[in-house]
T-cell receptor
Framework: GDSVTQMEGPVTLSEEAFLTINCTYT??????LFWYVQYPGEGLQLLLK?????DKGSNKGFEATYRKETTSFHLEKGSVQVSDSAVYFC???????????FGKGTKLSVKP | DTAVSQTPKYLVTQMGNDKSIKCEQN?????MYWYKQDSKKFLKIMFS???????INETVPNRFSPKSPDKAHLNLHINSLELGDSAVYFC????????????FGNGTRLTVT
């Protein structure tokens, strides 16, 4: 079945460091891909999405490119801030399914 | 106004009790979901309703019963609560069933003692 694998955390970075969180997927067909962020004590919020190969999703300085050839959707940010500390989830949505399939989440801690 | 709201935010109860969690969305979405997040932050779908009809029912004990009185509400009733039911339960909604982003509520932290 469809699945998402993302790098294990936690990831600890200093402010202004470069961030990469790896995400790869297995799916039939052509899923849409998403990154969600969960701040402490809150629900998940959509961070960015891409719906077809080579699309780049971007928001709040975060970017991810839908790579069909490597079945990847890695999340990047050039300069992280303390306020980016959260848990990040990669997810996919297949056309035949009525729900998102989430990765296990990667906790990011940014130190000042 | 909160788009997806669920109540209560915290729920502490004893084993064997029956409890309900309520969820409402004011986004006009057709599809609503219940997800369970365990202590390791792993998210798993439990149920999905589209226009008040059940479309996804994952392997969940039948002690869990969703109820959708209208397409803006999806409540979760849990009978005979067990210690292993302790988790954070998230309600979510989306415009359509495939490819649309989900809008999540802030979660209900259920603790069974």
């Amino acid at each position: 079945g469809d699945s998402v694998t993302q790098m294990e955390g936690p990831v600890t970075l200093s402010e202004e460091a470069f961030l990469t969180i790896n995400c790869t997927y297995t799916a039939t067909g052509y899923p849409s891909l998403f990154w969600y962020v969960q701040y402490p004590g809150e629900g998940l919020q959509l961070l960015l999405k891409a719906t077809k190969a080579d699309d780049k999703g971007s928001n709040k300085g975060f970017e991810a490119t839908y790579r069909k050839e490597t079945t990847s959707f890695h999340l990047e940010k050039g300069s992280v801030q303390v306020s980016d500390s959260a848990v990040y989830f990669c997810a996919l949505s297949g056309r035949s399914q009525g729900n998102l399939i989430f990765g296990k989440g990667t906790k990011l801690s940014v130190k000042p | 106004d909160t788009a997806v709201s669920q109540t209560p935010k915290y729920l502490v109860t004893q084993m064997g009790n029956d409890k309900s969690i309520k969820c409402e969305q004011n986004l006009g979405h057709d599809t609503m979901y219940w997800y369970k997040q365990d202590s390791k932050k792993f998210l798993k779908i439990m149920f999905s309703y589209n226009n008040k009809e059940l479309i996804i029912n994952e392997t969940v004990p039948n002690r869990f019963s969703p109820k959708s009185p209208d397409k803006a509400h999806l409540n979760l009733h849990i009978n005979s609560l067990e210690l292993g039911d302790s988790a954070v339960y998230f309600c979510a909604s989306s415009q359509e069933t495939g490819g649309s982003p989900l809008h999540f509520g802030n979660g209900t932290r259920l603790t069974v003692t």
